[in-house]
C-alpha cells in the first residue's frame, strides 16, 4: 500500500501563487509517474501535470506556463508550483501515484482545496 498526503491547498486571490505538496509513504517501491489532478464542483477530474521518476513532465493546455510540477526522489515527495491562478483554478487538488507491479496500482491522495477569488 502506498499513502498519499497532500498539503499547501488554501485561499489565494487571483493573480497569486500557491505550492502543493505531496508525500509518499509507505510502500513505495517501483513508484513510476505521479502528478496532480483536480476536480472542481460539478465537474469530472481531470489531468494538471504529471511528472516521471526520470523528469518527463506533461501539463494541461490550462495550466501550461502557469504551473510547475517537480519531485524529490529522495523524500518521495512531488510538488505543484500554482502561478499567475485564476479563479477556474478553484478546485480541489489531487495527488496521483502509479506503481509499476503487475497488476498495475493507482494511487490516490485525499485532496486538498484550492481556492482562488476574484
Known amino acids: 500500500q502506498v499513502q498519499l498526503v497532500e498539503s499547501g491547498g488554501g485561499l489565494v486571490q487571483a493573480g497569486g501563487s500557491l505550492r502543493l505538496s505531496c508525500a509518499a509513504s509507505g510502500n513505495i517501491f517501483r513508484i513510476n509517474t505521479m502528478g496532480w489532478y483536480r476536480q472542481a464542483p460539478g465537474k469530472q477530474r481531470e489531468l494538471v501535470a504529471t511528472i516521471t521518476s526520470g523528469g518527463s513532465t506533461n501539463y494541461a493546455d490550462s495550466v501550461k506556463g502557469r504551473f510547475t510540477i517537480s519531485r524529490d526522489n529522495a523524500k518521495n515527495t512531488v510538488y505543484l508550483q500554482m502561478s499567475s491562478l485564476k479563479p477556474e483554478d478553484t478546485a480541489v487538488y489531487y495527488c496521483?501515484?502509479?506503481?509499476?507491479?503487475?497488476?498495475?496500482?493507482?494511487?490516490w491522495g485525499q485532496g486538498t482545496q484550492v481556492t482562488v477569488s476574484s
Open positions: 496521483y501515484a502509479q506503481q509499476l507491479r503487475w497488476p498495475p496500482d493507482n494511487y
